[in-house]
């Protein structure tokens, strides 16, 4: 059985999922500088427009740095930024590793991409913030598969879908209709979809932003173990 990799290494892979970093370690951007934090260290992928002795500065003060505890920046995100300059812009959230078995229970079928019938069903309720071809592309199958979602009141109310994936993992890409949040519908989803991918996919990431108090709720109601922050540098 191959070993789990410690916090700072499953950050070091979720990294590479979202950003599907290049040959050279790079991010394709809009970001310079992704950081991952966790209690047992850190980890750091530069953006493909970074020169290349900066992108070596940045990267040796991560590999300097010390951890803080979730939530906190760590010191070195100041002296990264002061390098990188005033346009860029630096936001955060946790970062949370999903283990199958996990399971919501509620009152509603929750649908799965693993049954044709239920993409059929489901094909002419676009939700109104998604766009036709990238709908189209899903329930297809050509991107966003595996997935799970819960209608009601002939609508689709909440989905849960695959948002990147690569060899070493897949991050859960979560929407919920507003007026029909604080069910635990997301939660509900997001258990079917993890359960889609058990036995088939190494590791499963569920990440939000430090705002995004409803996300947060989901990995709680879920149960979810969090591994560490992930800290963005986007250029304005």
């Given at each position: 059985m191959t070993a789990t990799p410690r916090d700072a290494g499953l950050l070091r892979i979720e990294i590479g999922v979202i950003w599907r970093i290049d040959d050279h370690g790079r991010l394709p951007g809009p970001e310079d500088l992704v950081i991952g934090v966790a209690a047992d260290g850190m980890t750091a992928a530069v953006g493909g427009g970074v020169p290349g002795e900066l992108a070596t500065r940045l990267l040796g003060l991560v590999a300097r740095g010390t951890p803080s505890p979730p939530g906190r920046p760590p010191a070195v995100l100041g002296e990264c930024q002061e390098l990188l300059g005033d346009g860029t812009t630096v936001s955060g959230g946790p970062s949370y590793l999903v283990r199958p078995p996990v399971r919501f229970d509620v009152p509603v079928a929750v649908l799965q991409s693993a049954d044709p019938a239920h993409?059929?069903?489901?094909?002419?309720?676009?939700?109104?913030?998604?766009?036709?071809?990238?709908?189209?592309?899903?329930?297809?199958?050509?991107?966003?598969?595996?997935?799970?979602?819960?209608?009601?009141?002939?609508?689709?109310?909440?989905?849960?879908?695959?948002?990147?994936?690569?060899?070493?993992?897949?991050?859960?890409?979560?929407?919920?209709?507003?007026?029909?949040?604080?069910?635990?519908?997301?939660?509900?989803?997001?258990?079917?979809?993890?359960?889609?991918?058990?036995?088939?996919?190494?590791?499963?990431?569920?990440?939000?932003?430090?705002?995004?108090?409803?996300?947060?709720?989901?990995?709680?109601?879920?149960?979810?173990?969090n591994v560490g922050w992930l800290w963005k540098f986007t250029r304005r």
């Open positions: 993409a059929m069903r489901v094909r002419p309720m676009l939700p109104e913030t998604w766009d036709p071809e990238e709908w189209d592309d899903l329930l297809a199958g050509r991107d966003g598969a595996p997935w799970a979602m819960i209608v009601e009141d002939g609508q689709v109310v909440a989905v849960c879908h695959t948002a990147r994936r690569t060899p070493a993992g897949a991050e859960a890409g979560t929407w919920t209709s507003p007026a029909y949040r604080g069910r635990g519908y997301a939660a509900a989803t997001t258990a079917a979809w993890a359960g889609l991918l058990a036995g088939s996919c190494p590791h499963l990431f569920y990440s939000t932003s430090a705002d995004n108090h409803s996300s947060r709720n989901v990995a709680a109601r879920l149960g979810l173990r």
